[in-house]
């Protein structure tokens, strides 16, 4: 079995920053990559950055320029920057980690931003 946890989400003022953090632990397999979605009230789940073995990153288009991935996948960490935030930033991110078996999912850290 395998468990993500995700810590750092809070209420933010628009224009200000936070940081997000992700732990996986438990029986993880040749993980090969880790990464961070979102989810807002009403709206689908979308991914917003990722990181793989090689510390390759890539980002959603509206993370670009704003939001860092940076992290050990290796040693099954990662965290998420979140710089210039907005109001539409506001959402539930999960953080995601994928092994030689599958994907597996936190429970997700409500980020809130006001304007």
């Known amino acids: 079995q395998v468990q993500l946890v995700e810590s750092g989400g809070r209420v933010a003022q628009s224009g200000g920053s936070l940081r997000l953090s992700c732990v996986a632990s438990?029986?993880?397999?040749?993980?090969?990559?880790m990464g961070w979605f979102r989810q807002a009230p009403g709206k689908e789940r979308e991914w917003v950055a990722s990181?793989?073995?090689?510390?390759?990153?890539a980002y959603a288009q509206a993370a670009r320029g704003r939001f860092t991935i940076s992290g050990d996948i290796t040693k099954n960490m990662v965290e998420l920057q979140m710089n210039s935030l907005k109001v539409e930033d506001t959402a539930v991110y999960y953080c995601?980690?994928?092994?030689?078996?599958?994907?597996?999912w936190g429970q997700g850290t409500q980020v809130t931003v006001s304007s």
């Open positions: 990181i793989n073995g090689g510390n390759l990153t």
């Open positions: 438990g029986n993880i397999v040749n993980i090969y990559t």
């Open positions: 995601r980690a994928g092994d030689s078996r599958g994907n597996y």
